[in-house]
């Protein structure tokens, strides 16, 4: 599984946009525009031809994959796509990661006798596994398998940062161990005398990329026993931080751990796993997968429902893709409009995202390997109405896709990898079908002007598992900006006044934390919430993200020092319902979530808005809301 956790404290801007290539790019001379309408015409058409001739094994193959094969076996192919790279990473040992869907378990056993290896086999069938990329069509043209593709993509949402030598040095002369400032920015240290509460009797569990640090941070008094779920230590040391913040604020909650990292399969499994063999009364996670549906709740969301429903509290990042009212959403959706351009040779129809004019220029804001995705309204795992996404150069050729045919039984999701550099365009094509409504996200880039040209963003970042009806999705606000800024008074933990360090109403959210709302179109089986009407006007929303938290915290935890991201924010949440929950130990999901957002401190506009949700949220207003008593 290659880590996507960002490691830069800033983002380069993108945008977006449909194919309009009849406009051209707006300085070039007419000579130009036509050699680059040219190159797009012959790159797409040429994906175009390998779409219409598939064999019957490559029908249940991605277009990555596919191509990928002919690239390496059709030297003219290569001549009519120069610039195209697939994205698939082929190993030096000619093995690629792929996700098998099956319908059995004996194609594990069938990856082992074709040189794969197994790297994780679900009860269900579902496989991942590293392949030889010589093996796909045997296997994937056995009747028991469903489809293959590149292994499903994970990233965390941890941002690094920096922080003044003198300060981190500083802060050690006072404290034998780091403490995150959230325990102050939050007023949990505070809480935690007045009320008398730390986490006693309250099982928190992480799943994250890894623990790698884990047994140095206990040798440092950071982190007491954690209870690790079998084989799932996973690789990094995300978790490692985010257990540090949840010891720092609840020092005496039981911890545990799960990888997230294993695949999508496994992340689903482990956190039902943490609930029914680990015991966890609150599970926090900071990890999406990019093709979790906006649209849906698909297999991680419906794991979260499940330990929801079951009575525990569970909190996710909202994700680090901006926002729209910060200018820096990364996100775009609406209903399909097609362009009255088309592209000669080519089948379909392009989206415009701007009527009249619809040529953007596209630069990825993402560290290399993060891709643009691409979902449309249709039921996952039926969608019948065919979309694909192509991404082109400044000089028109055709650099990466995704145009994968449904047919009635696959996903309406596409995702193309984004080479390095820049000056790059978006096409959305109808290739068949219905119009839909579309979701296209940079995935931590940004939608800009360029030029003359408008930017296309929209907001409803936060999506997936994150966005789950009873889950607590978390956005962020600085820890360091609370320190100049008292809390009014009202505190029952801090009755006499002002409490120079803690969040206030003058407190500002990272610029980065990905809004709401979250607009879905059918339930977790399928079923249209609307049916009938799949477009802008029908389905239902929801509000997230649901609270705020601190980041820019410190841990002891290399890499982290200080940790950015709704990474850092979800688990300072999940520490304060900890707190909660060891003050009134009978308090229902419903009664923590009603005391931790009334209590919580507006930052947006009054009430709920789509950036913060219901506000910071704070210990002890929260445990005074629940009707927990000062001892």
């Given amino acids: 599984m290659v880590r996507f ?63 990928e094969k002919r690239l390496r076996a059709d030297r003219s192919l290569a001549a009519k796509l120069p610039e195209y790279r697939s994205g698939v990473g082929v190993s030096n040992a000619g093995t690629v990661s792929v996700d098998i869907a099956a319908y059995g378990k004996t194609v594990a056993n069938a990856v082992e006798a074709a040189g794969g290896t197994v790297r994780y086999a679900a009860p269900d069938g579902a496989v991942r596994a590293d392949l030889p990329l010589s093996a796909l069509d045997a296997i994937a043209g056995r009747a028991d398998v469903a489809e293959v593709k590149p292994a499903a993509q994970a990233t965390t949402w941890s941002k690094a940062g920096h922080r003044d030598l003198r300060q981190v040095l500083a802060a050690k002369a006072v404290a034998a161990t780091v403490v995150s400032e959230g325990d102050k920015a939050h007023g949990t240290d505070t809480a935690r005398t007045t009320y008398g509460v730390s986490g006693s009797g309250v099982k928190v569990c992480v799943l994250s990329d890894g623990v790698d640090s884990l047994a140095k941070s206990q040798a440092a008094g950071e982190l007491p026993a954690v209870d690790v779920l079998s084989g799932q230590k ?13 010891h720092d604020l609840a020092p005496n909650a039981t911890l545990g751990f799960a990888s997230a990292f294993a695949s999508e399969a496994s992340f689903a499994a482990n956190i039902r796993a943490l609930r029914t063999t680990g015991h966890c009364r609150i599970i926090v996670d900071d990890v999406a997968y990019f093709d979790e549906s906006p649209f849906q709740d698909t297999q991680v969301a419906q794991a979260v429902n499940d330990v929801t429903a079951a009575g525990v509290l569970y909190f996710s990042s909202a994700g680090n893709s901006g926002n729209l009212t910060d200018g820096t959403s990364g996100y775009y959706e609406g209903d399909f409009r097609a362009s009255s351009s088309r592209i000669t040779g080519v089948d379909g ?28 309204s249709d039921p996952w795992g039926k969608s019948a109405n065919d979309y694909d996404l192509y991404v082109l150069n400044s000089s028109g050729g055709v650099v990466a896709s995704s145009d994968n045919s449904q047919t009635g039984a696959q996903n309406p999701f596409e995702i193309a990898q984004v080479p390095s550099g820049s000056g790059f365009r978006i096409a959305v094509v109808k290739f068949s079908g219905a119009d839909r409504f579309i979701a296209v996200g940079a995935n931590e880039g940004r939608f800009v002007a360029s030029g003359s040209l408008k930017a296309f963003s929209t907001n409803g970042v936060t999506s997936g598992h994150s966005a789950a009806a009873s889950a607590f999705s978390v956005a962020a606000a600085p820890a360091a900006g609370a320190f100049t800024r008292p809390l009014a008074p009202g505190d029952p933990a801090n009755p006499a006044g002002p409490y120079p360090g803690q969040f206030s109403a003058a407190s500002k959210w990272e610029r980065f934390s990905s809004d709401g709302k979250r607009h879905l179109f059918y339930n977790a089986d399928g079923t249209a919430v609307t049916p009938g009407n799949v477009s802008s006007t029908g389905g239902t929303t929801r509000s997230k993200p649901d609270i705020t938290a601190a980041d820019g915290v410190m841990t002891s935890v290399a890499g982290f020092q200080p940790f950015f991201g709704t990474s850092a924010a979800a688990p300072h949440a999940a520490a304060i319902a900890a707190l909660l929950l060891s003050g009134k130990a009978t308090a229902t999901p419903a009664q923590i979530r009603a005391a931790l957002v009334s209590s919580a401190i507006d930052l947006g506009t009054p009430g709920f808005d789509t950036v913060t949700g219901n506000g910071v949220i704070m210990a002890g207003p929260a445990l005074a809301a629940l009707g927990v008593q000062p001892r």
Avoid: C, Y
């Fill in 234 to 246: 996973g690789s990094g040391d995300e978790g490692t931080a985010m257990l540090e913040i949840v």
């Fill in 5 to 67: 956790s960002r490691v830069a404290a800033h983002a380069v801007p993108l945008t977006v946009g449909a194919l309009l290539l009849s406009t051209g790019v707006a300085a070039a001379q007419p000579s130009a525009v036509d050699a680059a309408t040219a190159r797009t015409e012959a790159g797409i058409s040429a994906l175009q031809g390998i779409k219409k001739n598939l064999s019957p094994a490559e029908r249940k193959q991605s277009s990555q994959l596919v191509v």
């Fill in 349 to 376: 129809v392009p989206h415009d995202f701007d009527p009249g004019s619809a040529t953007q220029n596209f630069d990825p804001a993402m560290l290399s390997g993060f891709p643009v995705t691409l979902f449309w």
